[in-house]
């Protein structure tokens, strides 16, 4: 896939928003070859009989998380195993209904039994040294499901997995929020900038013992998101996606 023209300082959010999708899909297991000094690492897919499948919309961009038979390192430095990721390049425009094209973000992902893995890629000017030594870089945002009637309490609405860098464009950390405030959590992650491309890689559990964050218990549903790169660029709306789908190749 071609990455698009790169914005200054660009900021990638993925943001996902849920509906209900059944995806049983065929699965197979093929070894990725290893770099020199490195065992091989295999990524199996498994395939089982799932329930009658809903499809999701022609021209809705879906992200496929493939199930890995050993989870990548999140070291930033993409491990072969990506190479079993199927990769999904996102368009974007100025603006979150925009009609002018800004760039494209490439998207990755895979699972285990425990966590799912995002490596989110895209053309981009050098860092502005000229901007605060942190900032946020990269969010993964969901719409969280209203809590079943008569709950004790309100669940939050969304949850923010957000990547923050420095002025170079080195990691500094991710976290995962919730709005309104719930809590707040680290999340493993690497990766920045590094010769005109942003490349980052994270994870987070399929389930997680914060209540207000969303869980992926269902791996037979889908999960709407869109992606957002804050630009800073003064008096222009930051660059954002239509609706994407991520689904779990089962």
């Not at 897919?45 to 919309?57: C, F, S």
């Not at 389930?207 to 957002?228: A, G």
Request: hydrophobic share 40%; with cysteine.
């Amino acid at each position: 896939m071609t990455l698009g023209k790169g914005t200054s300082g660009a900021v990638v959010a993925l943001i996902l928003l849920g509906t209900t999708l059944a995806h049983g899909v065929a699965g197979t297991t093929h070894e990725a070859m290893a770099p020199a000094g490195r065992s091989p690492l295999q990524c199996s897919l498994t395939r089982a009989p799932g329930p009658e499948v809903t499809q999701v919309a022609a021209d809705v961009p879906t992200l496929i998380s493939r199930r890995a038979g050993q989870a990548p390192v999140v070291d930033g430095q993409e491990d072969c195993i990506w190479s079993c990721a199927v990769p999904l390049a996102i368009p974007l425009t100025w603006g979150r209904h925009g009609e002018d094209y800004a760039l494209d973000v490439k998207l990755r992902s895979l699972y285990t039994e425990q966590a799912v893995y995002f490596l989110a890629e895209w053309l981009g000017d050098p860092p502005d040294p000229e901007q605060p030594v942190v900032s946020s870089r990269l969010t993964l945002h969901y719409d969280i499901p209203q809590p079943e009637f008569g709950a004790a309490d309100r669940m939050c609405l969304v949850a923010c997995h957000t990547a923050f860098t420095d002025n170079v464009g080195r990691l500094v950390y991710f976290s995962a929020q919730t709005i309104p405030p719930g809590r707040t959590d680290p999340l493993s992650a690497a990766g920045g900038w590094d010769d005109g491309v942003w490349k980052l890689e994270w994870s987070r559990e399929l389930l997680v013992d914060n209540r207000f964050d969303l869980q992926f218990q269902d791996l037979d549903r889908s999960y709407p998101f869109f992606v957002k790169l804050f630009a800073w660029q003064e008096g222009r709306p930051d660059p954002a996606s239509a609706d994407c789908s991520l689904v779990f190749e089962r």
